[in-house]
């Protein structure tokens, strides 16, 4: 059993959890507490943990989508009350940001391909031709858990190379699927596409944009999960 806890989102379920833009995911598992992202700041995301009753200190691992500030501007404020974490980061994040984690207790990882991380934990690897992204895969005993960042390589790309990876389908694709402005007809195709892979249920959220969300909702109806920060989804 595991569950996710969304921490940081543009939309919230709870009017005592602060929303904004960016996205962090808190990821419960047996053995380990995962970060998915860290949002844009970390008061909010400290805050929103507090209120959440989560004790930062108990987070063992980080994953870091991709470098936009949205997704890991909370770091700093993160590890200034736990450094002791291993961060996994793609391999074409700055320098600059990679000299930044060099300090005691913090062991930053690079990543390029697609690699096993822990029992029944996998990364896409780095994705995309302009910006490179990873995305997070959970192989649980109902299929794969996805969880990606911004989706700038495609969200159907990170949902096919999952499958591929681990010859799985997809049970649960969560997180921001980078669809702002995309005209319907090409949400339409993509959730199309995404069914043909044999994705069960989606959660779109952060930058997935609002009429595509409502699209997604129409299209998988109860297979369709509300996301905002304080979500919870059991796996």
């Known amino acids: 059993m595991g569950r996710i806890l969304v921490i940081y989102d543009n939309r919230t379920t709870r009017e005592d959890l602060t929303p904004e833009w960016g996205f962090s995911a808190l990821i419960e598992l047996p053995e380990r507490r995962i970060l998915f992202d860290t949002g ?8 929103n943990m507090e209120r959440l009753k989560l004790d930062p200190a108990t987070i063992d691992t980080v994953f870091l989508s991709h470098p936009h500030g949205d997704h890991t501007g909370g770091l700093e404020g993160l590890l ?8 996994y980061l793609g391999r074409s994040f700055s320098r600059g940001f990679k000299k930044a984690l060099e300090r005691p207790g913090t062991e930053p990882v690079e990543i390029t391909g697609p690699k096993q991380l822990f029992d029944g934990v996998y990364t896409t690897g780095e994705l995309g ?23 700038h390589p495609g969200i159907v790309k990170i949902a096919k190379t999952a499958v591929e990876q681990l010859n799985k389908k ?16 090409e949400v339409y195709s ?37 996301v905002g920060v304080g979500s919870r989804i059991e796996f």
């Open 40 to 47: 844009a700041d970390g008061r909010t995301l400290l805050t």
């Open 80 to 87: 200034r009350v736990n450094p002791q974490l291993t961060i």
């Open 129 to 151: 031709a302009v910006l490179n992204e990873q995305s997070l895969i959970i192989d649980t005993k109902n299929g794969l858990l996805v969880v990606t960042g911004c989706a």
């Open 170 to 185: 997809i049970a649960l694709l969560l997180g921001g699927f980078h669809l702002g402005g995309t005209r319907q007809a």
């Open 190 to 226: 993509i959730i199309d596409s995404l069914r043909e892979l044999g994705v069960s249920r989606v959660g779109p959220c952060h930058c997935t944009g609002d009429e595509a969300i409502e699209l997604f909702k129409r299209a998988y109806k109860e297979n369709f999960i509300e």
